[in-house]
């Protein structure tokens, strides 16, 4: 049986890989393009809970795993590298360790509209020094969009990494494909170029403008008007126009107080956009903005229940064997 067919078999059996499938992570109902399926899902033991992802009908198997491969080096606190990757000639699939998560487009249904202002920033710092990392890294995100923010108490987690590249090679005609919010796919990666890292700042400001409104693409008098030119900036349709995320820390997380005194006609130092926490580990300006309180209070009870009901999850039976 060809991997993809067994693949479709098993999940419908309850099982992705080595794990028996609890539920699946996104709702439909919301409209807003997943690139991936996913599924909460634990190991036959139950010592192991995960978030696992696997590819939509369709999808070329062979960019799926490449993109979670690669994934797996991604740095970063609120960064979400696959842990474990399908063998190969297995069914394809990724796995990382579960949080208690909504997608961003979920914790807007939750939370009954638009997000505060203030979680606004706070996921935005967050989501920008992840992407900092990865462009340090030489790594464009390429998958930016709604579906791929999930909230967890302690902050974002950014996945669908190399979503754009997975859903066509460069050089092929990516809009409308299944899996890429149009709004959050930058025009030049629609029309078929290569991503990079201006890409994923195109791509922040839809997510941005999301979850401020609600939409992708709003009206510009629909963004609260704190938010307006830092998002109207990022969705510039000209790469080079759109700021560098220095700038965007900048805009969404100011440092306090006033910059050092390097003395007349000296240049200011920039500010740093990511240091090291005690523990040498990256801790940039967002760590500020995630205590408690970023999150409304019904995403987090939201959070509750969802850890709650997966503690007390039965496995799935396994299937009876065949004569």
Do not use: K, N
């Not at 202002?117 to 462009?135: K, N, S, W």
């Not at 759109?242 to 000296?266: Q, S």
């Amino acid at each position: 049986m060809p991997a993809s067919v067994a693949g479709a078999a098993g999940r419908a059996r309850g099982a992705t890989g080595p794990y028996a499938v609890l539920r699946e992570l996104d709702d439909e109902a919301s409209g807003i393009p997943v690139p991936e399926r996913r599924f909460i899902g634990r190991s036959a033991d139950g010592d192991r809970t995960v978030l696992i992802g696997v590819p939509l009908p369709g999808a070329d198997p062979g960019r799926f795993l490449a993109e979670a491969e690669t994934s797996r080096y991604l740095l970063g606190p609120w960064s979400a590298p696959a842990a474990e990757v399908a063998a190969p000639g297995d069914a394809p699939w990724h796995a990382r360790p579960y949080v208690p998560v909504l997608p961003l487009p979920a914790a807007l249904t939750v939370h009954g509209g638009p997000l505060p202002e203030h979680t606004v920033r706070a996921l935005g710092a967050a989501l920008v020094e992840t992407l900092v990392i990865g462009h340090g890294q030489g790594l464009a995100h390429a998958g930016v969009s709604p579906a791929a923010v999930l909230l967890a108490a302690d902050g974002p987690r950014l996945t669908c990494f190399g979503a754009v590249r997975a859903a066509a090679e460069d050089g092929t005609a990516r809009s409308g494909l299944p899996g890429l919010e149009s709004g959050s796919l930058p025009p030049e990666q629609a029309a078929g170029g290569r991503p990079q890292p201006a890409g994923d700042v195109y791509a922040l400001g839809a997510v941005l403008a999301y979850a401020a409104t609600g939409h992708t693409v709003p009206e510009r008098e629909e963004l609260p008007a704190a938010l307006r030119a830092v998002v109207t900036a990022c969705l510039s349709r000209d790469p080079a126009a759109r700021p560098r995320p220095a700038e965007l820390l900048d805009a969404l997380c100011p440092a306090a107080g006033p910059p050092p005194d390097t003395g007349a006609g000296a240049a200011a130092a920039p500010r740093p956009v990511t240091l090291p926490d005690a523990a040498g580990g990256p801790a940039g300006r967002a760590a500020a903005l995630l205590g408690p309180g970023w999150l409304p209070g019904r995403i987090i009870a939201a959070l509750a229940r969802q850890s709650a009901e997966l503690l007390a999850a039965d496995l799935p039976a396994s299937p009876a064997p065949q004569d």
